[in-house]
Structures are given as structure tokens and as C-alpha cells.
């Protein structure tokens, strides 16, 4: 899974900014550990995206809700036009 894989990566990212001893790597387990944060020595880059793993490993996991996205929907936000003039509009832009 391309999350675990992220999560790796962040991992060792974090192990290697950090100066501390190497610690040995836990055995895998049922339960993912959350990433931590880092000490601002990567920047904000890394704590976006540990807030977006943290995120989607909550989903996953089903304590947090996925947000919905938003549907356009042109027939309700533009009233001024006809049916038939938005169809022309979108066949114009999508040639």
C-alpha cells in the first residue's frame, strides 16, 4: 500500500534528522505506531505531509470520517441559462 510505503520513508526520514542512537526496528504488529513530528528540521513539508498519513491511516483504520467532496452542479448555479444553452457551453469546451 502506497501509504505504508510513505509512512517508511517518513520514518526513516525523521530517524535520520533526528540525533539520537538507531533505534532497532519494532517487529510488525497489528497496530501501526502514529508518526511523530519532527523538530521542524525538515520544515513544514514534513509535517503537512505527517498530517495528511496520520489522516488518511485514521480512515482507514475508522475513527475518522472521509470528507465529502463537493458536487458541481452547472444546471443549479448558473439558472440564467437554459438546459440546452449549458450543454452547447460544454460541448464548446470540452472540443
Not at 519494532?26 to 521542524?40: F, I
Amino acid at each position: 500500500m502506497a501509504s505504508d510505503e510513505l509512512a517508511k520513508k517518513l520514518q526513516s526520514r525523521l530517524a535520520a534528522t533526528q540525533e539520537t542512537e538507531p533505534r532497532p526496528e519494532p517487529e510488525h504488529s497489528p497496530v501501526r505506531p502514529k508518526p511523530q513530528e519532527a523538530d521542524g528540521a525538515c520544515g513544514d513539508s514534513s509535517s503537512e505531509l505527517s498530517a495528511i498519513l496520520t489522516r488518511r491511516q485514521d480512515i482507514n483504520e475508522g475513527n475518522a470520517a472521509p470528507r465529502l467532496t463537493r458536487v458541481f452542479n452547472p444546471y443549479t448555479e448558473f439558472k440564467e441559462f437554459s438546459r440546452k444553452q449549458i450543454k452547447d457551453m460544454e460541448m464548446m469546451f470540452k472540443r
